[in-house]
């Protein structure tokens, strides 16, 4: 089963940029694309951006639009989320997440508990967003 490892994250001020990884242990045969998903503690995990391997495709939930983007580097097995124009309300830890079946972006990021469908996870990484 693929395995998702985490980089990036940290503390930036508001206005500034980060870039997040999650690097799959295998080649994309093994999965059809990746999300991402954040989460305050104490609240629900909300879906933040997503793409679809198949059709290149991505997707994003509408407070991020213009903000951040989501990549693919089929070399290295790695998505990336690039996150601009931060704001307090980003903070957050991030998670990307994938599936052993294909899964649809737009379920998982519109729907409210989308993220249970998901079985493979990253450990998470902490963005944190000072004003």
């Known amino acids: 089963q693929v395995q998702l490892v985490q980089t990036g994250g940290g503390l930036v001020q508001a206005g500034g940029s980060l870039t997040l990884s999650c690097a799959a242990s295998?080649?994309?045969?093994?999965?059809?694309?990746i999300a991402w998903f954040r989460q305050v503690a104490g609240k629900e995990r909300e879906g933040v951006s997503c793409i679809n391997f198949s059709d290149g495709k991505t997707y994003y939930r509408d407070s991020v639009k213009g903000r951040f983007t989501i990549s693919r580097d089929k070399a290295s097995n790695t998505v990336y989320l690039q996150l601009n124009s931060l704001n307090t309300e980003d903070t957050a830890v991030y998670y990307c997440?994938?599936?052993?079946?294909?899964?649809?972006?737009?379920?998982?990021?519109?729907?409210?508990?989308?993220?249970?469908?998901?079985?493979?996870w990253g450990k998470g990484t902490l963005v944190t967003v000072s004003s």
């Open positions: 997440a994938t599936d052993s079946v294909p899964f649809p972006c737009q379920v998982v990021l519109g729907t409210p508990t989308g993220y249970l469908g998901l079985d493979i």
């Open positions: 295998a080649s994309s045969h093994s999965y059809t694309g």
